[in-house]
């Protein structure tokens, strides 16, 4: 006997509509899940953080006075102390945290406050504020869309071996200045990472975005020129896969500010408040001090 071939096309009509109804919700349950796909825990304002980052006056400001500004009531619950013989740190994560910072589920937000202080006056000397945050990734989790941002600051008194000897170049002082400023953090934080798996991974990642810098640099020596524009230095990153790097240096008094940011953090970077605060400092230098920047970058 024939097939009944009307019958068969209905079955096949019918088995469409099947596959076609199960796509739609599989879609559905897709969206669901990336809409409630948040962060286990949320950052507490990235102000609370960076202004106690911001108003710790290097040069000036006492262990005594450095503990003082470190403590926020409103985070002092959950926040550790780690101390070692030259630094103080206050730190604290939430959520479970993850060493790579972007697999997606439980989302960990990891802060730190750090600060180093000169081994013979005990003043502030040089001074670290970290946050990592998750964007809630929504329904952007269907385009596979990175919702990590991290931010990292740091403001350094550096000696004058570093910055006042003749460089073949321009480019080679930004080196010089870069391997300098990783080489105190790695130095302020090496016996406090020992109190927190969250500090010294975030150690890792740190230290990890650095030498992709420097590598980078050494490629193309010409990339730090926009080390101190407002776009800064756009980098590619092998975990958060972009950054942006900006550096300014103040020679009257031997200050530098270094500014990371990586993944989301780098949106709009140039029109992010905070980097126009830093570009706002640099243009309050005098004239003097604008023309011994220039002249350095003719090297």
């Excluded at 596959?19 to 609370?48: E, Q």
């Excluded at 000169?118 to 990175?146: H, N």
């Excluded at 958060?240 to 500010?257: C, F, K, P, Q, S």
Aim: aromatic letters at 8%; proline letters at 2%; a negative charge.
């Amino acid at each position: 006997m024939l097939p009944n071939i009307g019958k068969s096309i209905v079955y096949s009509t019918k088995g469409e509509n099947v596959r076609y109804f199960t796509l739609i919700l599989a879609l559905v349950a897709v969206f669901v899940a990336g809409c409630n796909n948040t962060p286990s825990a949320d950052a507490p304002d990235k102000n609370k953080v960076f202004n106690r980052y911001d108003s710790i006056v290097l040069g000036e400001d006492t262990s005594a006075t450095v503990l003082q500004k470190l403590y926020n009531k409103s985070l002092d619950k959950e926040e550790y102390l780690s101390q070692s013989e030259s630094a103080v740190a206050k730190w604290a994560q939430r959520g479970d945290y993850n060493t790579t910072l972007v697999q997606r589920g439980d989302y960990a937000v990891v802060w730190f406050n750090i600060v180093g202080f000169d081994e013979e006056s005990m003043t502030a000397k040089r001074k670290y504020a970290f946050l990592s945050d998750e964007d809630s990734p929504g329904w952007w989790v269907l385009v596979g869309a990175a919702s990590q941002k991290l931010r990292f600051d740091m403001e350094m008194i550096m000696d004058d071996e570093v910055l006042d000897q003749p460089y073949a170049s321009a480019s080679d002082k930004w080196i010089a200045i870069i391997e300098e400023a990783k080489k105190l953090y790695l130095d302020d934080v090496r016996d406090i990472r020992k109190d927190s798996h969250a500090i010294d991974s975030i150690s890792l990642l740190i230290n990890q975005t650095f030498n992709q810098i420097l590598e980078q640099i050494q490629r193309s020596p010409d990339l730090t020129q926009k080390l101190d524009k407002a776009s800064g230095l756009e980098f590619d990153h092998s975990v958060l896969n972009e950054g942006r790097m900006l550096i300014i240096v103040d020679d009257a008094t031997n200050t530098v500010d270094v500014k990371i940011k990586l993944g989301s953090a780098t949106k709009d970077f140039a029109n992010n408040d905070d980097v126009k605060k830093l570009i706002k400092k640099q243009s309050t230098s005098t004239p003097e001090e604008e023309a011994t920047i220039d002249d350095s970058n003719k090297k």
